[in-house]
Every structure is written in structure tokens, then in C-alpha cells.
């Protein structure tokens, strides 16, 4: 064999380890892709059974200024305070959510009383209305982003911080330095899920730890 053909049976073979490395970074591009997508269809999966199985509570700000968002707080306190008083101890979120709705004239009554108690007398409204979330957490309990149903109380203009938990099955916490979720409230929450569901949302390998206070 000459020099020139030994060039190019080199050459030949270089070529062959080059096709096969590249087939390689092809195939794991496309089974990561198909990975990510097998992924992302089941957040979105477990997103849309939690959205069937709990109530969101959510409290809008004045603004961010420290007046308001101390008012936020005591219209937080009074309308779970007056929902503790008041809510029967219903079996699952469908029973919550028609009792909310049916009481939300008196919710926002008591949150209206609280927020002119506590600062300036601005408008209040209540309503049980469907909201985006992002993804956040309640303690070790963390909810993946998307659309749930939530009682939504705007104080104001409602463009401060805001306050949220879930209030169906009871996953709110008012003792922020601790941040410790009811036990109660993630047994109920883990007789409707599957045991994979609940594993995930209680993971903190799976989600990223982030605080309840968000900002729309």
C-alpha cells in the first residue's frame, strides 16, 4: 500500500469515528428533548390534578408601601379568622369552594372592616376566581406553576406584594419565621393525590425552594 492510500484509509477511519460520534450527540439530543417534553407533560399533568383537588387563598395589596402591606395582613388575618369561625369541616375542594363562594359577601364585609381598622379606607373585593400561580412553596410542600382556583381579596389598587396559601386542604401558615405547614392539611392533600404525585410536590430534589410572597 502506498503512502497516498494509507492517507486515505486514515482519513477513511477518522471519518467513520467522527459519523458515529456525531450519531451519538444526535442521539442523546433527541432522547434528552424527548425526556424534557415526557417531562414537562407530566407537571403539567400533576399541575391540573392539584388545580382539582385545592383552593387557593390570595390577598392583593394597596402597594408595596409599609402601611399597606401591613393592612394586607390584617385583612389576611380577619378573613381566615372569620373562615375558621365559620367554614363546617367539608370532606373535599368542591364542598370549599361552593361554601366560600356562597359566603364571600361576608368575607368581604370583614375584610373591608379590617382594612379601614388598619389604614386607609380602600375599596375591597372578594371573589373565588381562577388565577396563574408560579411555581412556589408552603414549608416542604411545593405547588408547580399554572392556574388554580383561588379566593382573591384586592385591597386598593392591588398592585402591592401580595399574600397567598392554600386555604383548601389548610396548608396556611401565619408563622412565616418558621414556615410550618398544618400536618392535617398534607394528610388530606395526600389521600387525593397518588403516591408519586405527593412524592413529587414534597421533593425537594424535584422543584426549586422559593417563598410565598409574590409580586404580579
Same mark, same amino acid.
Given at each position: 500500500?502506498g503512502?497516498?492510500?494509507?492517507?486515505?484509509?486514515?482519513?477513511?477511519?477518522?471519518?467513520?469515528?467522527?459519523?458515529?460520534?456525531?450519531?451519538?450527540?444526535?442521539?442523546?439530543?433527541?432522547?434528552l428533548?424527548?425526556?424534557?417534553?415526557?417531562?414537562?407533560?407530566? $407537571?403539567?399533568?400533576?399541575?391540573?390534578?392539584?388545580?382539582?383537588?385545592v383552593?387557593?387563598f390570595?390577598?392583593?395589596?394597596?402597594?408595596?408601601?409599609?402601611?399597606?402591606? /401591613?393592612?394586607?395582613?390584617?385583612?389576611?388575618?380577619?378573613?381566615?379568622?372569620?373562615?375558621?369561625?365559620?367554614?363546617?369541616d367539608?370532606?373535599?375542594?368542591g364542598?370549599a369552594?361552593?361554601?366560600?363562594?356562597?359566603h364571600t359577601d361576608?368575607i368581604?364585609?370583614?375584610?373591608?372592616?379590617?382594612?379601614?381598622?388598619?389604614?386607609?379606607?380602600?375599596?375591597?373585593?372578594?371573589?373565588?376566581?381562577t388565577?396563574?400561580?408560579p411555581?412556589?412553596?408552603?414549608?416542604?410542600?411545593?405547588?408547580? /406553576?399554572?392556574?388554580?382556583e383561588? =379566593?382573591?381579596?384586592?385591597?386598593?389598587a392591588?398592585?402591592?406584594h401580595?399574600?397567598?396559601?392554600? =386555604?383548601y386542604p389548610?396548608?396556611?401558615?401565619?408563622?412565616?419565621?418558621?414556615?410550618?405547614v398544618? /400536618? /392535617?392539611?398534607?394528610?388530606? =392533600?395526600?389521600?387525593? =393525590?397518588?403516591?408519586?404525585?405527593y412524592?413529587?410536590i414534597?421533593a425537594?430534589?424535584?422543584?426549586?425552594?422559593?417563598?410565598?410572597?409574590?409580586? $404580579?
Amino acid at each position: 500500500m502506498g503512502i497516498t492510500d494509507r492517507i486515505y484509509s486514515k482519513i477513511e477511519k477518522h471519518a467513520v469515528k467522527i459519523s458515529f460520534a456525531l450519531a451519538l450527540i444526535l442521539a442523546s439530543v433527541v432522547t434528552l428533548g424527548a425526556c424534557r417534553r415526557a417531562d414537562e407533560a407530566s $407537571r403539567a399533568e400533576l399541575q391540573a390534578h392539584l388545580a382539582q383537588e385545592v383552593l387557593r387563598f390570595h390577598v392583593l395589596a394597596n402597594s408595596d408601601a409599609g402601611a399597606d402591606q /401591613e393592612q394586607k395582613l390584617a385583612v389576611r388575618d380577619a378573613a381566615i379568622a372569620y373562615m375558621e369561625r365559620n367554614m363546617p369541616d367539608v370532606s373535599d375542594s368542591g364542598e370549599a369552594k361552593e361554601w366560600v363562594r356562597s359566603h364571600t359577601d361576608e368575607i368581604e364585609e370583614v375584610s373591608r372592616e379590617a382594612a379601614a381598622a388598619a389604614g386607609e379606607d380602600y375599596p375591597v373585593s372578594a371573589a373565588v376566581t381562577t388565577c396563574w400561580f408560579p411555581e412556589k412553596s408552603y414549608g416542604d410542600v411545593t405547588f408547580p /406553576e399554572g392556574n388554580y382556583e383561588a =379566593l382573591r381579596i384586592e385591597i386598593g389598587a392591588a398592585r402591592g406584594h401580595n399574600w397567598w396559601c392554600v =386555604l383548601y386542604p389548610s396548608l396556611c401558615f401565619l408563622d412565616t419565621a418558621h414556615a410550618v405547614v398544618p /400536618e /392535617e392539611g398534607k394528610e388530606k =392533600l395526600k389521600n387525593v =393525590l397518588t403516591e408519586e404525585e405527593y412524592s413529587r410536590i414534597t421533593a425537594e430534589t424535584e422543584f426549586e425552594i422559593g417563598w410565598f410572597f409574590w409580586q $404580579r
